[in-house]
Nanobody
Framework: QLQLVESGGGLVQPGGSLRLSCATSGFALDDYAIGWFRQAPGKEVEGVSNITRSDGRTWYVDSVKGRFTISRADAKNTEYPQMDSLKPEETAIYYC?????????????????WGQGTQVTVSS
């Protein structure tokens, strides 16, 4: 059974950094793309970053370009978004999700598998 487990959330001051992780199990390495999404209180789900397992292509929403970097550790079936220079408005629950695709997928509705989410709070 395909499973995704996020970790690494927490409280960080504005301008600080966090490194999240998404550990996956139950599906073949190269057949899926992994997406990171966030949902702030009262707001809709927003795509943050994606990475394809087939060739490591990445995508970032404009608001995080230059501050967020997503990488992967194939041996551990894990993706790691490094989030730097965090802002208070980025306080949200962050989710990783998987879709059966070798291409980047930006629409959250296409992702069939989701983790439970990890809370990120940016506050002084």
């Amino acid at each position: 059974q395909l499973q995704l487990v996020e970790s690494g959330g927490g409280l960080v001051q504005p301008g600080g950094s966090l490194r999240l992780s998404c550990a996956t199990s139950g599906f073949a390495l190269d057949d899926y793309a992994i997406g990171w999404f966030r949902q702030a209180p009262g707001k809709e789900v927003e795509g943050v970053s994606n990475i394809t397992r087939s060739d490591g292509r990445t995508w970032y929403v404009d608001s995080v370009k230059g501050r967020f970097t997503i990488s992967r550790a194939d041996a551990k079936n894990t993706e790691y978004p490094q989030m730097d220079s965090l802002k208070p408005e980025e306080t949200a629950i962050y989710y990783c999700a998987a879709v059966n695709s070798t291409k980047l997928v930006l629409d959250a509705d296409e992702f069939a598998y989701w983790g439970q989410g990890t809370q990120v709070t940016v506050s002084s």
